[in-house]
């Protein structure tokens, strides 16, 4: 049985029929019980009443024997095993030889009528009479009605209300099933429909056709599920696309300098160039820029499987600051841009590798000399978190440090021309250039920040860019917020 519809079916169908069976049943027996109950007390009041009469005829309990017993034939108990339909009953008269239902005691407790249990002139325990009914005329208790046998046969009344009480729970329980096996078509396409729809698109996507979508039908789980396939489809869609993005961009960027280098080698090869030390250099150039892609790639792959081996130290936010400054300086005079270390005081060391951070904080300040007009200035920070700061999450989903009196932020603010908005949730994205024209003239690859990105996570740490588009102040922020000791 492969069809979810069917079992479900099936399922729903045995629960209900399960619980029809057992509301009948229990339907039935309590039915049956109090109809039991009304009949007893029932005829126990025609017994109270004919008694009653008798005495307030009499005067007395005399007699009351041959009296009340022929009256009260239809008093009577049905016998312990009744005879079939059709068949007479034992005794060799067709009248059943039973006893009574009631029996009766004086005001002394002492049984003048039979029944039962309670035998003639026995005395009846003070429980039992409390247990019956008592006889009462002119407002003077004068017996007691005691129950002594089983409850009395039904009649043919009784006996037809019982039969068609059963035939309404049979029919019941019969429309029930029905409606259960509508019910449960109903509710098992429901469930099954939209996990045929998942089985489907998800056969779609393993021929490769990742643009799958599946409709939400509901709020609950099943509807969850949707939600995050359909969640799933978008982030393979982008990821294939990134991944098609990235080889184009790597053999772009390699095809590039391999390009010039074979030309200068041929070229000198067939005499038509002759070697010499500038382009030696110039071939040299491009030999490193291959090299500089190559360890670029070999860092990320390195950072994607966590293999990035960091060796880390305590140091304290100025002297890892500091150097970047320096080394930056004359870069940043040449491009008429103000490069300056603000520092609060008593910030606490952080545990770092420093050459893995010093390529985080060259390619930051790479990035805003280069988007820095002349006269603008660069400025690099280091302050103690505050409780938002450290509780944000950065670009690219990582989550900062949890407490912000053991974080550090450092931070690189430049008043250039700011980053699009619709640019900015992918810069740290790989081989992604937000203006490929200026990059390809600078030839940079496209994965500085995205090496930045995971460099900084490797560290348990976070990086996150904010920008204004327009000169001005401020330009653009990049900070990196690191847990300190």
């Known amino acids: 049985?492969?069809?979810?519809?069917?079992?479900?079916?099936?399922?729903?169908?045995?629960?209900?029929?399960?619980?029809?069976?057992?509301?009948?049943?229990?339907?039935?027996?309590?039915?049956?019980?109090?109809?039991?109950?009304?009949?007893?007390?029932?005829?126990?009041?025609?017994?109270?009443?004919l008694v009653t009469a008798y005495?307030?005829?009499?005067?007395?309990?005399?007699?009351?024997?041959?009296?009340?017993?022929?009256?009260?034939?239809?008093?009577?108990?049905?016998?312990?095993?009744?005879?079939?339909?059709?068949?007479?009953?034992?005794?060799?008269?067709g009248q059943s030889q039973t006893a009574t239902v009631f029996a009766l005691a004086d005001n002394r407790r002492r049984v003048i009528l039979p029944a039962g249990r309670f035998h003639e002139d026995e005395v009846v325990p003070i429980d039992e009479e409390a247990r019956g009914v008592a006889v009462v005329v002119d407002s003077l208790p004068v017996g007691t009605v005691l129950t002594g046998g089983n409850p009395p046969a039904f009649g043919p009344?009784?006996?037809?209300?019982?039969?068609?009480?059963?035939?309404?729970?049979?029919?019941?329980?019969?429309?029930?099933?029905?409606?259960?096996?509508?019910?449960?078509?109903?509710?098992?396409?429901?469930?099954?429909?939209?996990?045929?729809?998942l089985t489907t698109a998800i056969?779609?996507?393993?021929?490769?056709?990742?643009?799958?979508?599946?409709?939400?039908?509901?709020?609950?789980?099943?509807?969850?599920?949707a939600v995050a396939f359909n969640q799933m489809s978008d982030d393979l869609q982008r990821t294939n696309q990134q991944r098609r993005q990235m080889t184009a961009d790597i053999a772009h960027d390699l095809r590039t300098p391999l390009t010039v280098i074979a030309g200068y080698v041929e070229s000198m090869r067939d005499g038509v160039l002759a070697p010499t030390p500038e382009r030696y250099d110039t071939i040299y150039g491009e030999v490193q820029h291959l090299q500089h892609l190559v360890e670029d790639l070999r860092t990320l792959s390195l950072a994607d499987a966590g293999e990035l081996r960091l060796n880390r130290v305590s140091v304290h936010p100025r002297d890892l600051l500091e150097p970047v400054v320096a080394a930056f300086s004359q870069r940043a005079d040449s491009c008429k841009a103000t490069l300056r270390l603000e520092m609060e005081s008593n910030l606490p060391n952080i545990m770092i590798d420093v050459p893995r951070m010093n390529e985080v904080f060259a390619n930051l300040v790479s990035n805003a000399l280069r988007y820095t007009s002349a006269g603008g200035s660069i400025t690099l920070s280091a302050q103690q978190a505050t409780t938002g700061d450290a509780n944000m999450r950065a670009v690219g989903h990582y989550d900062a440090p949890s407490t912000a009196?053991?974080?550090?932020?450092?931070?690189?603010?430049?008043?250039?021309?700011?980053?699009?908005?619709?640019?900015l949730p992918h810069i740290f994205e790989r081989f992604y250039r937000a203006d490929a024209s200026r990059t390809e003239?600078?030839?940079?690859?496209?994965?500085?920040?995205?090496?930045?990105?995971?460099?900084?996570?490797?560290?348990?740490?976070?990086?996150?860019a904010s920008s204004t588009l327009g000169h001005g102040s401020p330009g653009t922020t990049f900070t990196v917020t690191l847990a300190c000791l």
């Open 1 to 49: 049985m492969k069809s979810l519809t069917v079992r479900l079916t099936l399922a729903f169908l045995a629960v209900s029929l399960v619980g029809a069976v057992l509301a009948a049943l229990f339907a039935r027996w309590t039915t049956s019980r109090q109809f039991d109950q009304f009949v007893l007390d029932q005829s126990r009041a025609e017994f109270v009443a």
């Open 55 to 93: 005495y307030q005829e009499h005067r007395a309990w005399d007699g009351i024997r041959d009296i009340i017993r022929p009256a009260s034939s239809g008093l009577q108990q049905a016998p312990a095993n009744p005879p079939q339909r059709g068949q007479p009953a034992p005794g060799g008269s």
């Open 157 to 197: 009344d009784q006996e037809r209300f019982i039969a068609q009480t059963n035939e309404a729970l049979i029919f019941g329980g019969m429309g029930a099933a029905v409606i259960a096996v509508v019910l449960g078509v109903i509710l098992a396409r429901t469930l099954a429909h939209p996990l045929a729809e």
């Open 203 to 225: 056969r779609a996507m393993s021929k490769g056709q990742l643009d799958q979508k599946v409709p939400v039908r509901s709020q609950d789980e099943i509807g969850e599920l």
């Open 405 to 423: 009196k053991n974080a550090v932020m450092l931070k690189v603010i430049d008043d250039g021309a700011g980053i699009a908005p619709e640019a």
């Open 441 to 464: 003239q600078t030839g940079e690859s496209g994965l500085g920040l995205a090496i930045a990105r995971s460099i900084v996570t490797a560290h348990g740490g976070t990086i996150e």
